[in-house]
């Protein structure tokens, strides 16, 4: 039945998990409590509740000012469209004014659009929190696919003598990361940065194929920089491929939780990705209306945020 197959598939989640777990735990492990944290990131960090529990983990106040669709990087009209490439974090009020507002005046954007364009500027959602913040959590890369792809199209690192590090270009992300950490250190110059990892770096079908190149530019960066990372990739353990008999799936939660998900690419047998029970709207771990998938982030996220700031001795 459907609620069987969706309790098999809780099970062998939360068994995965429970495993894994316990290889991370330390009870020596400590984090002060009381610290401020700004958490910023796509539509996954903004729906998901691995932010606030994280830091309600380690008694920490989160301010999650993460929004859906955003991205780091600059990114030109023709390579996101007039509606999605205001949604720049990197981009400055007065540019994105100089960018956009000619849409509106044209007819193209709306009034409000333009309005969701300045407010996801880091001028808006990064630097009014950066003297109060403690952790700065970036939590970016699933939306920045082009120029992901774009670095890493023919390598798998780009090393630390690449003038890639010097550079402030916002067209790619490593230009965008090092313009964004050098706005907040103008601002708070001792404030620990943390950067947030994918929840998969193994899948190849269709999109999920991002994670692979989100997984190359965390590591990069955090090795570059020296920052903590949380690989939630090596955590949550996402195979590749199809899952046997999973052919009812989506038909079952549909049934059970009146949802509307229809199949991704299913094979010739009707079977749909591993990548889609995670994730039954194709991209949002939140949209697994079973709660696993969520659960399944809280606990891999917490216990890396916390043992990732105790090494840092913060």
Known sequence: SGKFLIFLWAFFALTFLFGCSN?????????????????????IPEGCTYPDYSCQSIGAKCINKSIGASFMCAYDVSEKGIEYAGLSLTETI???????????????????????????????????????????????????????????????SINDENELW????????????????????????????????YFQNTCTIGHAIRGKYVQR???????????????VWNHVGIPDG?????????????????????KWIPNERGEIPYF?????????????????????????????FKKRLAETGI
């Open 276 to 304: 889609q029970i995670f994730c039954p709207d194709k991209v949002h771990p939140f949209s697994d209306p079973t709660g696993t998938s969520d659960k399944i982030l809280n606990a891999v996220v917490s216990e890396l």
């Open 166 to 197: 010097l550079s402030t270009d916002r067209s790619n992300f490593i230009g965008a990361f090092n313009y964004l950490v050098a706005e907040i250190r103008k601002i708070n110059p001792n404030v620990q940065i943390v950067v947030g990892g």
């Open 94 to 156: 007065k540019e994105k004014e100089n960018k956009y507002r000619k849409y509106v005046e044209e007819g193209k954007l709306s009034s409000g659009r333009m309005n969701h364009f300045i407010n996801c500027s880091f001028e808006n959602i990064v630097l009014p929190y950066a003297k109060w913040a403690d952790i700065i959590v970036i939590d970016h890369g699933y939306n920045d696919d082009i120029s992901l792809y774009k670095l890493y199209e023919s390598k798998n």
């Open 217 to 231: 530019v965390t590591e990069d960066i955090c090795r570059h920089y020296k920052l903590p990372i949380l690989d």
């Open 23 to 43: 290889s991370e735990q330390d009870d020596q492990l400590t984090v002060p409590s009381g610290l401020n944290v700004l958490w910023v990131g796509t539509s």
């Open 242 to 262: 199809y899952k046997p008999k999973s052919e009812n799936y989506i038909d079952s939660i549909n049934s059970i939780y009146k949802t509307d998900f229809t």
